[in-house]
């Protein structure tokens, strides 16, 4: 025995059916740009940690040679310099502009 199905649409249900693919479609495109961004930001923090990691390595290597303590400060000082820039314009770059709203508070004098 043998069953067969027909299904038979009207053009209401064919709009609806377009309908939700076009929903679907922007839906995957929305969640691969999401994938995206989340994959930036990981390898963001991964980086930022790498680069705290580094410094307390520095730090310690420079406790350990009595007889050049500040020459070791000086070149983590200028390693830190390089890095504090680097990261801080990464961050400028990678973080969307605030919107502008009456009630955010006044720039404080300088």
């Given at each position: 025995m043998e069953f067969h199905i027909y299904f038979h649409a009207d053009s209401r249900t064919e709009n609806l059916l377009s309908q939700l693919n076009k929903v679907l479609s922007h839906m995957t495109t929305e969640l691969d740009q999401l994938r995206a961004s989340v994959a930036a930001n990981t390898s963001v923090t991964a980086s930022a940690l790498a680069l705290i990691q580094g410094f307390k390595a520095q730090l310690d290597a420079a406790m350990?040679?009595?007889?050049?303590?500040?020459?070791?400060?000086?070149?983590?000082?200028?390693?830190?310099?390089?890095?504090?820039?680097?990261?801080?314009?990464?961050?400028?770059?990678?973080?969307?502009?605030?919107?502008?709203?009456?009630?955010?508070?006044?720039?404080?004098?300088?």
């Open positions: 350990t040679d009595p007889n050049d303590v500040a020459g070791a400060l000086t070149a983590l000082s200028a390693s830190l310099d390089a890095s504090d820039t680097a990261l801080a314009a990464a961050v400028a770059a990678n973080t969307p502009a605030a919107a502008a709203s009456d009630d955010a508070p006044a720039p404080a004098a300088s």
